[in-house]
Every structure is written in structure tokens, then in C-alpha cells.
């Protein structure tokens, strides 16, 4: 339809003209923001997969820290309750379980902390791990050996 103005033909097709321009620039103004919009929410899940991923990585590698350094304080307990029966064993074939056990926990516990630091340790992770290896350690397999050592009974 468009204006009706009185007597005038050209100017009411030049209104008809703007108008189409106007409508026209809000389509194009409407699309470009429909553009901007999609290209920052594009932009915005992607980086919030960049960081999915690397949460992910850091939980998992230190879920992997936390079960080595709980294998490690069992075989050190493993290894002092071991200690600990050896001193009222007399029978000599218990005594060489337990002494096989004893030994494949250190094995274990070396096993345990040679993953641990191939999984990277930060520097306060390696100080911890200084001072824990500064701690009190369970007794060397030799002087365990002479826990082991068969009690003879008598004068014999």
C-alpha cells in the first residue's frame, strides 16, 4: 500500500524506496547479530572443551599420584606388620614366606615410586617426597634377615 500523499506520485515512490532500504538494513543488521551471536557461542564451547580436556588431564594424573602414594604407604605398612610377626614366627618355612613377602613389597613400593615420579612431579610434590624418604625407614632386609633366622630350641 504505502503513503497516500495528495497529488503526488514520484514522492510516494520514493517513500516506498526508503522504506525498503530500512527494512532491508534491519534484516541485514538482524542476521549479523544472529552471525556475532553464534560465532561467540561457537567460540565459547570450544574453549570450554579446551578446558574440559585439561581438567580432565589434571584429575586423572592426580587420581594416578593419589593410588601410588596410597600403594606406597601399604607396602610400608605391609612390610612393618611383616616386622612385626617375624618376631614371634619358630617355624623356619613361615619364616621364608615372610621373608619373600617382605622383599616383593619393596619391590613393589620401588615400582610404585618410579611411576610416581615418571608421572612428573611439581617442586613441592618432590620436597614431600624428600622429606618422606627423610622419615624413619622400615629396617633393611638384612637386619630383618636375622629376625628370620631360625630360633634353635635347646643347646642345639
Known amino acids: 500500500a504505502g503513503f497516500i500523499i495528495p497529488g503526488g506520485g514520484p514522492l510516494d515512490q520514493k517513500h516506498k524506496n526508503v522504506a525498503k532500504t530500512h527494512f532491508i538494513l534491519i534484516i541485514v543488521g538482524f542476521l549479523a547479530?544472529?552471525?556475532?551471536?553464534?560465532?561467540?557461542?561457537?567460540?565459547?564451547?570450544?574453549?570450554l572443551n579446551q578446558i574440559n580436556a585439561r581438567l580432565q588431564e589434571v584429575v586423572q594424573q592426580n587420581n594416578g599420584k593419589s593410588i601410588l602414594m596410597t600403594r606406597m604407604r601399604d607396602v610400608i605398612r605391609e612390610r612393618m606388620l611383616i616386622v612385626y610377626a617375624v618376631v614371634n614366627l619358630r617355624?623356619?618355612?613361615?619364616?621364608?614366606?615372610?621373608?619373600?613377602?617382605?622383599?616383593?613389597?619393596?619391590s613393589?613400593?620401588?615400582?610404585?615410586?618410579?611411576?610416581?615420579?615418571?608421572l612428573g612431579l611439581t617442586e613441592e610434590q618432590k620436597q614431600q617426597l624428600a622429606d618422606a624418604?627423610?622419615?624413619?625407614?622400615?629396617?633393611?632386609?638384612?637386619l630383618v634377615g636375622i629376625s628370620f633366622e631360625p630360633i634353635s630350641v635347646g643347646g642345639a
Do not use: W
Open 33 to 47: 547479530v544472529v552471525g556475532v551471536l553464534t560465532l561467540s557461542t561457537s567460540i565459547g564451547f570450544s574453549n
Open 91 to 106: 617355624d623356619p618355612f613361615e619364616q621364608d614366606a615372610y621373608q619373600e613377602k617382605y622383599s616383593g613389597f619393596a
Open 108 to 118: 613393589q613400593f620401588i615400582d610404585a615410586r618410579d611411576k610416581l615420579t615418571a
Open 133 to 142: 624418604a627423610a622419615l624413619p625407614a622400615p629396617p633393611p632386609s638384612s
